[in-house]
């Protein structure tokens, strides 16, 4: 028996290291760019379609305050299902009223694929909850404008810092390429400013009744602090058990991968472009796969989702818009782009003040 599992390693440890090699031999006369600012436009031109951007001064990718997740808004069904992107994590919903509105604000920290990374994000809704197969609970929106917060937050692995991200934001993230980390090694600081003490007391009302006790929070005027290490909601079934455990295995395996294959360079933009010349696809899955794009384009169609975003058109009023129309509506606020292929109002948001624009017209 003992014979059969090390030949069983060996043959792993093979697969993973023969195409390394292979690799790095055929990428033997490669050379970065030398111009640090052309890689940098380069890869953010790449990030942009992902909603994410990456900083060399930190050494971080983050999301960007307009990126396509902003018209996703979020619900527990994300965190259910973050599990089939690769994403291994503590999830830490904080839910409050305040100003008429239900409001989210909500913690994540883990392995999100090939990087460890941390969140915050702030949603909102006036709407009631909703009820389907698919999903029963409340489905939050995006913040406007003025809601934006004042955001920080330190990222630490065995208490040694991550990094750091500062910002007015509704969806403040970072995440560290390469780096595997369990998420009970991770730890955040995190830092809210709140535009009032009625809205920072309705945030500490909800924070207390997930089970936050004063040695875990401090308050200083109308900024709550907040040490966050482990969750005190109850975790995603997905995000227990054998399912979480192969999926983090899968990304250490990958990041081991990514690392052993760009060991020569310690430059994020180097180890990318190195990467993008040599294994192109590999690359693009990388770039398309960065927080869910494909996954969103997918879940969009499921009836909860086009309840809230197409509401109040039928399924008959959809469809004959689909075969009728000519990829557009008229709306108080303009313009609203319709894109056939995904079924979808980009910016769907304000579709409820749309009219239906016939192509006779």
Known sequence: MLKIVLIFSVIAVIAIILPVIVFNYKMRNFKPNSNKYKQLENINNDLKYAGFAYSSKGDYFYSLKNCWQRDAGYCKFYDDNSIFLNIVIHCEPI?????????????????????????????????????????????????????????????????????????????????????????????????????????????????????????????????????????????????????????????????????????????????????????????????????????YDQIKNLKFIKDIYLNPFSEKQLKNFEENHLGGCICQNGRLNYTKQNNYVENSINYKCCKIKDKKE
Not at 103 to 121: A, C, N
Not at 230 to 240: G, L
Not at 266 to 272: A, E, F, I, P, R
């Open 95 to 295: 839910t409050f009223s305040y100003g008429g509105k239900k409001w989210l604000i909500e913690f994540w920290k883990g392995q999100y694929g090939i990087t460890t990374g941390g969140e915050v994000g702030i949603y909102n809704t006036i709407k009631k909850d909703i009820k389907t197969d698919e999903f029963s609970g409340t489905f939050y929106e995006k913040i406007k404008a003025n809601e934006l917060l004042p955001i920080s937050f330190i990222l630490k692995r065995d208490n040694k810092i991550i990094l750091k991200r500062k910002d007015i934001h509704w969806w403040l993230t970072g995440f560290k390429l390469g780096k595997y980390s369990k998420r009970s090694q991770l730890s955040m600081k995190i830092k809210i400013k709140f535009p009032n003490n009625v809205m920072r007391d309705a945030f500490i009302t909800g924070l207390e009744k997930i089970g936050y006790s004063r040695n875990e929070y401090s308050v200083f005027k109308n900024t709550v602090k907040i040490s966050y290490t482990t969750p005190h909601t109850p975790q995603p079934f997905s995000q227990r058990g054998l399912q979480s455990a192969i999926v983090q295995q899968t990304n250490h395996n990958n990041c081991k991968i990514f690392n052993v294959s760009t060991q020569k360079y310690k430059n994020t933009l180097d180890k990318l472009e190195y990467i993008k010349a040599g294994i192109p696809v590999l690359y693009d899955m990388f770039i398309g796969s960065i927080y869910g794009k494909k996954f």
